[in-house]
Structures are given as C-alpha cells and as structure tokens.
C-alpha cells in the first residue's frame, strides 16, 4: 500500500515537472516563442527533462525562444508589424524581449510574441514582488509609516526563508524548464537552479507572514486579511510560470515549504525579537549566526549571483537586527503598548499622505545613495586587499573572498541604516 503510494506521488511529481504544461500555460496566455523549425542537439537532450547539471561559468547561454530574424533587438515591447499565421489583426501582438539580462552570463535573451499585453503586465508586476527593488520600497515604507515591529519580523523570516530557499536549490541542483518547449520571457535567473521556486517562497512567506503578524494586531476583517495574502503568493506563483523559470511541481514546492517554515516560526518569532532587542549578547550572536549561514550558503555550489542574493539578505537581517537592538537600549521607536492595540488605521488626510510619501522618497533615496556609494567603496578596495584585477567587476566578485564581504558590509550597513540612521534623520527634519 505505501510502495503504491509513493509510485503514484513520484509519478504525479514527474508530471507537474514536465515543461510542456509550462509552455502550455504561456500559449493561453498569450506567450508565444520564435523558436527555429529544428531544436539544436543541445536543446533536443536539455528537454528531456530535469536533472543535475554544473552551473555554466561565464558563458553564453542560449535560452532558446528562436531567432527573431532581423528584427531590432530591443529590450520591452515594440509592435510586430507581421501578420500572425490564424489571420489576426497585427496591432494585438507585440513584439518583446526580457527586459534584463542574464545575471551570470550577461545574456540579453531572445525575442517572443506576446498577444496578450495585460498579462504580460501583470505577470511582470507579480514577479517583481519577488524581486530586490521592491523590497529596498515595501520593508522601508512598512516601517518608516505603518509598524516598525511588524516590519522587523518580517525582514528576519524573509532572511532566513530565503537562506533555506536558495541552499534547498543548490542541494537539489534541478535545471531550469527545458526551452524549447517554454518561452523564456525572463533570462535573469536563467543560470541558477530552480528546485524549489524562492519567488513562490518569497511571495508566500511576506503576504502570509504579515497576515500572521498584524491580524489581531490590526483592525480588519479576517476574510480580507486572508484573501489579500492569498492573492498576493498566487500571482507571484503563477507569474514564475508565466515568465518560464520555473515547472508548475517547483512553484507548489516553494509554496507549501514556506508554510512549513512560517509554521516553525510562528511560536518563537515574538522570543526571536525580544533577544535581538534585548539581551547583550545579541550583537555578537546575530554577527556569527548571519555569517555562518552565508559562509554555508556560499560552499554548496559554484559562484551565482544567488549567493550573493543569499548573503544580501542575511546581512539586510544582521543590520536591522543590529539597528533594533540600539533602538531598544537607547530608547529609540519604542513599540506602542499593549493597552494600544489593536491598532486602527488614521483618517487618510492629505498632510498625512504628504508626510507618508516625503518619508518614504527621502529615507529611500538616502538608502540608494548609501548602498551606491558602500559599493563603489567596498568592491575596489577589497580587489586592493586581496591582489585581484577591479577592471570587470563581475569576474572579480565570482572570488567568495571579494563577494561574501562585500554584501556583508554594504547591506549591513543598509539594514541598519533604515532601521535607525534614517528614522533619526526625520526626527531631526521633523518628519517623524
């Protein structure tokens, strides 16, 4: 009975990871390859299905959506001035191509037709709530203007999510879906593995999480509450798909794992914060712990641009953790009482709009600014250090000793600083 079963699970796994239910999906969606009449040998072997393979170094990799003949290679959308094959009007499909390069290779992809441009749009959206960018706006805004403890506890199960996230992925070492058949409407972690999806782990974990932290907390509706998370990690789930990075089995993996995680952290994500604010070891812990994880996450496999993302986030998690613990002992952003909650949202004014937004745009160009000036510090002087050539930056970070440290001190320092320096700045300004 239990040898049937596991026959049956490992059969239905095989058939949520065949990459023909990926390109199906795009079809009727809209998301069409021009892909040429004869797969290349390469390709023909790749789409035979998942398995192990060593991550390419500094090579070209052919996402394989087809030559798009002579047409100008452009990132976004532009319009496809040929007529599609079922006789459709031309003004409906749009000639695209990915709007970033490859992070490891610096490949820019190749064209596809989309005939569809308001899911192309939402899916673009859906995955970018996945991506760095949003978190540098949405952790900040979360809490400069809404709820600095609920906004703390969300950076340290996003950390460490993404740390068990991204080492999962180089443990399993699955390849992306074979293309052809999927389209490659995203080429930026084309190189990296895929098993399971940190997007769909990411975009469970901060919705659903901050459902847990602030129902109870807040005032709202359960239903609401609930539906807004589940709207949330669906559309980042499905975008995955959409975008052809990931199999419909690697998007359900990374969703129920970070339920499995949030349910861990559930009952000691509350004694999690009080030590990091309170106890005088905490500094040193949060040090050892978030550098240990990195130094963990960087041995499991070659270089990518996914351990410095792993990195990144641990030390994000180390300076905020860090800046919490000098609010709490200077008596900084002290959290509002018990006898406050739940807490209820203020009339929506426009002074408070206006204050709201002068906070967010100032704290997060102060950010930027750090992060940019951090890291055109930190990368050339530690090439100086370690004798290693600071022309091409990307093959200079590929060495862990430039790489770790780097993300380590320039992301530290942004954590920290959004988490104390700026605050401080609008209290000074009067902006708090």
Known sequence: ????????????????????????????????????????????????????????QGQEVNVG?????????????QSDGTARPDGASAATTTRAKPLRRNSLTGDVGQEFLIHNKFLFYLFTFGTELGNEMFFIAFFPFL??????????????????????????????????????????VEVFYNSEYSMPSTHAMTGTAIPFCLFMLT??????????????????????????????????LEVITGFLYTLLILAVFQPILGHIDSFYMKDHFAPLVIMVSHVSLGLVAFSLDSWST???????????GAGAALASHV???????????????????????????????????????????????????????????????????????QHKKVE??????????????????VPLLFRLFSLA
């Open 1 to 56: 009975m239990a040898n049937e079963f596991v026959k049956t699970f490992v059969r239905m796994c095989k058939h949520l990871q065949d990459p023909c239910h990926v390109a199906r999906f795009q079809k009727i969606c809209g998301v069409k390859g021009t892909f040429p009449d004869k797969a290349t040998k390469a390709e023909s072997v790749e789409a035979e299905g998942p398995g192990l393979r060593k991550r390419s």
């Open 65 to 77: 959506n087809g030559s798009a003949g002579d047409a100008p290679r452009v990132n976004g959308l």
């Open 143 to 184: 809490f400069w203007n809404i709820d600095a403890l609920v906004s703390r506890r969300l950076i340290v199960v996003w950390a460490w999510n993404l740390f068990v996230g991204q080492s999962t992925k180089d443990m399993v070492r699955w390849s992306r879906p074979a293309s052809p058949p999927v389209v490659k």
């Open 215 to 248: 129902y109870g907390r807040w005032q709202y509706p359960f239903l609401f509450g609930l539906s807004v998370a589940l709207s949330w990690s669906v559309l980042v789930c499905v975008s995955r798909v959409y975008m052809g990075m990931h199999s419909i």
């Open 306 to 316: 996914s351990r410095g993302d792993t990195a990144q986030a641990l030390a994000t």
């Open 327 to 397: 609010n709490y002992q200077l008596g900084l952003l002290p959290d509002p009482p018990l006898s406050a909650l739940p807490l209820t949202l203020p009339p929506i004014t426009t002074s408070l709009v206006v204050l709201s937004l002068l906070r967010f745009f100032i704290g997060v160009a102060v950010l930027l600014a750090t992060r940019m000036v951090m890291k055109a510090v930190t990368i050339p002087f530690l090439c100086r250090l370690f004798g290693l050539p600071s022309d091409d930056l990307r093959e200079a970070r």
């Open 404 to 421: 770790l440290p780097y993300r380590y001190i320039v992301y530290t320092v942004v954590g920290f600083s959004c988490v104390c320096v």
